[in-house]
Structure formats: structure tokens, C-alpha cells
Nanobody, 117 residues
Framework: QVQLMESGGGLVQPGGSLGLSCAAS?????????MCWYRQAPGKQRELVAT???????EYADSVKGRFTISRDTPKNTVNLEMNNLKPEDTAVYYC??????????WGQGTQVTVSS
């Protein structure tokens, strides 16, 4: 089995920055293709924030372009999300997602990000 675990959430003021990390681990050999960050705000559907391929190609939701940066260390099976100029509307639970080769989608447990003064 493969587990994903996020870290780095917290409370930040509007305009501030925060970094999230996600590490994948497992008891069997595994390969992760695309890795993503999603978020879900209270009362809203989960939305895709950013994706990054094994080759490092990144894509972003329009709402975070220019403010968020996704990166990954493929050999270490980690993915990061650097968030700058945070806004109250960025408040949500952030989830890490990995497309594990032959095993399908895997999710982390989520980490809370709250942007408030």
C-alpha cells in the first residue's frame, strides 16, 4: 500500500505565504505519475489547484496562477506547494493526490489552511 501525508498547513494573514509538503511512502515499490494538490472549502466542492507531471510540467487553476508554485522531488516521492499572496478565499483543506502506477489515485488526509487577519 501507498500512503500520502501532507504537512505545513496553518493560519496566515492575508498577503502572507505558506508552504505545504506531501510525502508518499509505502511497503511496496511504487511509481507516482502525476501529483496534484486539491482543496475544499466549507460548503464547496473539492477543486483542483495544481498538477505536476513526472517530467515537471505544472499547471494551475486560474485562481492561483502567479501566486502558487507546485514542485516535486520525483526520486523522493514528495510534492510541495508554495503559496504566496494568500487571500481569505484560499482558506480550505488542502489535499495531496498521487496517481500511482497500476494502483490508481491515492489521497492524503488533508491539511487546513486558514487565511485570516
Amino acid at each position: 500500500q501507498v500512503q500520502l501525508m501532507e504537512s505545513g498547513g496553518g493560519l496566515v494573514q492575508p498577503g502572507g505565504s505558506l508552504g505545504l509538503s506531501c510525502a508518499a511512502s509505502g511497503s511496496v515499490f511504487f511509481v507516482i505519475n502525476t501529483m496534484c494538490w486539491y482543496r475544499q472549502a466549507p460548503g464547496k466542492q473539492r477543486e483542483l489547484v495544481a498538477t505536476i507531471t513526472r517530467g515537471g510540467t505544472a499547471e494551475y487553476a486560474d485562481s492561483v496562477k502567479g501566486r502558487f508554485t507546485i514542485s516535486r522531488d520525483t526520486p523522493k516521492n514528495t510534492v510541495n506547494l508554495e503559496m504566496n499572496n494568500l487571500k481569505p478565499e484560499d482558506t480550505a483543506v488542502y489535499y495531496c493526490n498521487g496517481d500511482v502506477y497500476r494502483l490508481g489515485d491515492h489521497w492524503g488526509q488533508g491539511t487546513q489552511v486558514t487565511v485570516s487577519s
